[in-house]
Structures are given as C-alpha cells and as structure tokens.
C-alpha cells in the first residue's frame, strides 16, 4: 500500500510539474507576440503613416512639369509629367477577395512600350474606357497616378492618398493586443497555478476579439468618412473600454443571477 501511495504521488507531482511548465511556456510565448507586435505598432507611428503623409503632402504640392521637359528633368522638379496614350486592353478580375481593374496603355510610336495601371474603383473613368481610346496620363515619381479622357478624371491605385486612419487603426490595434499578450504572459510566468482570470475563456477571447473588430470596424468608417488619422487614436481605446465593460457588468449580473437561484435551490423547505 506504501508503494503504491507513493508511486501515486510521484506520478501526480510530475504531472503538475510538467502542467505548469506548459503554462510558462505559453507565457513566454505570449510575450514575444507581445513585444513583435509592439515593435510592429511602433514602426507603424514612427515610418509607415509620417512617410505616407509626407508622400501625399508632397505629391499635393507638385506642379505640373514645364512643356517639352525631359524624364530626367521631371524626375529632378518632382512635378507632374502628362503624356497621351491609346488603350488597348481593359481587365476586371475577381481574385476572390477583390476585384482587380487593370487597363493597359500603349504611348505615342510604334516603339513604345505597353504600361499597365490598376484602379480599386470602376468609376468614374474605368468603366468608360475601351480598346482604342485616347487618354491623357499623369505621371509622378515613375507612376502613373492618374487617367482622363472627355473631362472625365480617376486616380489610380498608385495615386498617394490621405487614407492614413485605417493604418493608425492598425497601429493602435497592435498596441492592444501588445497590451494584452504582455499581461496574460507575465501573469503566466509570475503565478502558473492562479492565472484567473487572466486566461483564455471568457475574458481572453472576448478581449482579442473586440480589439480585432473595434480597430478594424473603427479604420474602415474613418477612411469612408474621411476622418484625420489622429481620432482613432482615442476611438479605438474608448471603443474597446466601453465594450468590455458591457460584457463584463452582463456576465457579473448573470453571475449573480445563476447563484441567486442556486442559494434558492439549496435552501431546505420549511415544514409545515
């Protein structure tokens, strides 16, 4: 009986061991997500938006190339070079994600060289144009950035734009999740055998999940309403914030509820 009691115990204390070995393990792992995705929110406020910025700034402040300059000369003034060309071919392909719009170009001569242009958009121009017609093309940096033709304008998909919320949006989304890995991690690693309620159900799940939809839900209205990059950064906290509160104070009242009845189920009938 002594044997077998404390082949038992042996056995069992390795499992817990080996249980709470995991539990660091996966803390460890979270807090190097947590710090890529860090590192990933820091340059999308330090490079990507500034440098998308200054890119549209600049390409705003362009003026138009004097008559007859040369590529070189162009590419020199950072202006805008316009040039005509004939279409020859116009393409939309459904990837299944998104529709690609692609129409292409042949200049002037018989030696010129076809360019392809993309446009996330079928309107204005795209769906006006067909093989043989004459377009005007404005190019900047190397780009082909916008088409015309009767009057009618569209940018294509190389055209900077000032779109930078949604890529802010993605900046602060990262910085949550950052946040949150970070805890869950360092809690892991800190007290493996009490993580509650610093764990995957229900808090862990409904966190990540607001984040991924508040950021994403938050980018994708402020670039269709065109708002400045810098309200999501307060959008998208407060957002979150307000949603886990609801689901917090829902659960804590069901919580609550659920033991009510329990206390009601257990307490012993009177006799009469």
């Given at each position: 009986?002594?044997?077998?009691?404390?082949?038992?115990?042996?056995?069992?204390?390795?499992?817990?061991?080996?249980?709470?070995?995991?539990v660091r393990l996966t803390g460890m792992a979270l807090i190097v997500l947590a710090?890529?995705?860090?590192?990933?929110?820091?340059?999308?406020?330090?490079?990507?938006?500034?440098?998308?910025?200054?890119?549209?700034?600049?390409?705003?402040?362009?003026?138009?190339?004097?008559?007859?300059?040369?590529?070189?000369?162009?590419?020199?003034?950072?202006?805008?070079?316009?040039?005509?060309?004939?279409?020859?071919?116009?393409?939309?392909?459904?990837?299944?994600?998104?529709?690609?719009?692609?129409?292409?170009?042949?200049?002037?001569?018989?030696?010129?060289?076809?360019?392809?242009?993309?446009?996330?958009?079928?309107?204005?121009?795209?769906?006006?144009?067909?093989?043989?017609?004459?377009?005007?093309?404005?190019?900047?940096?190397?780009?082909?950035?916008?088409?015309?033709?009767?009057?009618?304008?569209?940018?294509?998909?190389?055209?900077?734009?000032?779109?930078?919320?949604?890529?802010?949006?993605?900046?602060?989304?990262?910085?949550?999740?950052?946040?949150?890995?970070?805890?869950?991690?360092?809690?892991?690693?800190?007290?493996?055998?009490?993580?509650?309620?610093?764990?995957?159900?229900?808090?862990?799940?409904?966190?990540?999940?607001?984040?991924?939809?508040?950021?994403?839900?938050?980018?994708?209205?402020?670039?269709?309403?065109?708002?400045?990059?810098?309200?999501?950064?307060?959008?998208?906290?407060?957002?979150?914030?307000?949603?886990?509160?609801?689901?917090?104070?829902?659960?804590?009242?069901?919580?609550?509820?659920?033991?009510?009845?329990?206390?009601?189920?257990?307490?012993?009938?009177?006799?009469?």
């Open positions: 009986m002594a044997e077998r009691a404390w082949a038992t115990g042996g056995r069992k204390g390795s499992t817990d061991r080996k249980s709470v070995s995991r710090l890529t995705a860090a590192v990933l929110s820091y340059l999308a406020f330090t490079v990507w938006v500034p440098d998308r910025q200054e890119r549209y700034e600049q390409y705003r402040a362009a003026e138009p190339c004097p008559a007859q300059a040369a590529p070189r000369e162009a590419a020199a003034e950072d202006c805008l070079v316009t040039g005509h060309f004939t279409v020859t071919k116009t393409e939309s392909t459904f990837t299944g994600k998104v529709t690609v719009r692609e129409a292409t170009l042949r200049g002037q001569g018989d030696g010129s060289r076809q360019t392809v242009v993309r446009f996330s958009d079928s309107g204005p121009l795209f769906d006006r144009l067909h093989r043989g017609d004459e377009v005007t093309a404005t190019g900047w940096r190397g780009d082909v950035v916008a088409l015309s033709k009767d009057g009618v304008r569209q940018n294509t998909s190389d055209a900077p734009r000032d779109e930078h919320s949604g890529n802010a949006a993605l900046g602060v989304l990262l910085a949550l999740l950052a946040a949150q890995s970070l805890v869950f991690g360092v809690v892991r690693l800190a007290r493996p055998t009490a993580c509650a309620p610093f764990v995957w159900e229900p808090y862990g799940r409904w966190l990540a999940f607001t984040d991924i939809c508040v950021g994403v839900g938050v980018g994708a209205v402020s670039v269709w309403l065109d708002l400045p990059w810098w309200t999501v950064l307060v959008t998208v906290p407060v957002l979150v914030g307000a949603v886990m509160a609801r689901l917090l104070s829902g659960r804590r009242r069901a919580a609550a509820a659920s033991a009510k009845a329990r206390r009601h189920q257990d307490a012993p009938v009177s006799s009469r």
